[in-house]
């Protein structure tokens, strides 16, 4: 007895995959998946695409503080018509015109960050031609310097000079951190598909295993060694076997359909059994230490707080006292020629001072101003909780390591057992030493092992790839993650 039993479990063991096998060895992998998401898929071009717009955003910022160059002009500037002129006497004369009256101009200009003022260089020179009068005059001003500066007004230069960078470096941050989180999300589909996978190939086997039982059964029956209920059991067990493995198909096909629209694989692929993920010792203190220094939060913290101030400093600055200092001087010459205005040029100096100011206003720049101070209270206590609130997430996501890796090492133990418990229960019934519901038992369990191994491997990856992403570090590599243009 003992030598058949033996027997049995060295065929059964040539036929099952030994331990550890992996269905899909010549199927796309882990790593392979995530690039290609991060290359091809829609949420990885989204990504990219925002993070062009912000950095366009920062070039735009940065040519604000540079100068200038442009040409103003209207030309030609044709009419003919029939005008109203006032007569000396008082009367209106209606006459026929035909002028042209062009102006060209060329401004070097410069913003003042400090002040919020400008300083610009001009030259401006204007034709007018009289067409029934066989007229044209030059008015020309070849040199203008000038200068306009607000007085107790917001500015704005100076606000984005502290904020923009903060801005840049943030969406920076932001897009390593979303091409982790599409690593994350590639992950959970990825394990998705594979555990229908796997689901798929132990519904197929345990239908082939029920079918070859229902076979020795039938002939244990008519030999009288089985009875007719035990018969009608395998029958039903044959059923059940077929329907879950129809049902496991199905499900196979719909993971891999949400993994296609995810990652835009074009087929539908077979996909490798990933190793165990990097197990790296990995400090809760630490984790939130570079978390600190290298997540987008961080950033986002002091330029929500900078940007309230500047929402005081806007409400100050637009609704008590305003007031704009414009000045300018240069040469200015008119005449027939063009070539003669630059003759005897004459000097031209212009200073005005622009103001308002409320009288009455009903307590109205009050208003303004303390609401954007409220305003700034409530985003400074919504940042401290959210502060914290992200802190605990990283402490806890560091935490959760160890444990997860232990949690892999026993489901891939119990995965081993729960096969070898199967291999001797089955080869034990075949001899018939163990009722159909052992076996039954016995295989439940299997089924149930190999399931929770893939679940613990799921939980590590997913796990890898969350703490990359909360932190922008490679604790394996040891190592921050760094957007590369």
Known sequence: MKLRLLFLLGLL??????????????????????????????????????????????????????????????????????????????????????????????????????????????????????????????????FTVGLAQPLGQFNGLRWARRLEPLRYQESQREYVEARETIAQRVTELYFDVLLEQVNAEVAR????????????????????????????????????????????????????VELQAYTGL???????????????????????????????????????????????????????????????????????????????LQNQQQVGLVFSAPLVDWSRRKAIVKTAELTREQEQRAMAQEERSFEQTVLTQASQFAALAEQLRLA??????????????????????LSLTDLSLASNAKDSAKRNRIFALRACWVAHYRLRALTLYDFDKQAPIVAIR
């Open 13 to 142: 063991a040539l036929l099952r995959p030994p331990a550890g096998a992996q269905p899909y060895a010549n199927g796309l992998t882990l790593d392979g998946v995530i690039a290609l998401a991060l290359d091809q898929s829609a949420v990885g071009r989204q990504a990219y695409t925002t993070r062009e717009t912000s950095y366009w955003a920062w070039r735009g910022y940065q040519a604000n503080y540079r100068p200038q160059l442009g040409m103003q002009g209207t030309l030609p500037n044709f009419s003919r018509a029939i005008a109203p002129v006032v007569q000396p006497d008082g009367t209106t004369s209606f006459q026929s015109v035909r002028i042209n009256n062009s102006d060209l101009g060329l401004t070097l200009s410069q913003n003042i960050g400090l002040t919020g003022g400008q300083v610009f260089v001009g030259s401006v020179v204007q034709r007018f031609d009289d067409f029934n009068g066989q007229l044209r005059r030059y008015n020309n001003q070849p």
């Open 412 to 433: 891939e133990r119990a995965d081993s057992l729960a096969q070898r418990r199967y291999d001797i229960t089955r080869a034990t019934y075949l001899l018939g030493r």
């Open 205 to 256: 086997q345990n239908a082939e295993a029920t079918a070859e039982l229902l076979r020795i059964g039938q002939e244990r029956f008519r030999l009288g060694r089985l009875s007719q209920s035990d018969l009608l059991q395998l029958e039903l067990n044959l059923l059940d076997a077929r329907q879950a493995q129809t049902q496991a198909q199905l499900n196979a096909q719909n993971a891999t």
């Open 266 to 344: 074009a087929e539908a692929p077979a996909l490798a059994e990933p190793a165990p993920a990097p197990q790296p010792v990995v400090a809760p203190a630490r984790a939130l230490e570079q978390a600190r220094l290298h997540r987008s939060t961080t950033l986002a913290f002091r330029r929500r707080l900078l940007q309230a101030e500047r929402d005081v400093a806007q409400a100050r600055g637009t609704t008590g006292f305003r007031a704009t200092l414009t000045a300018n001087l240069g040469y200015v010459n008119q005449a027939t020629s063009f070539t003669d205005t630059y003759a005897n």
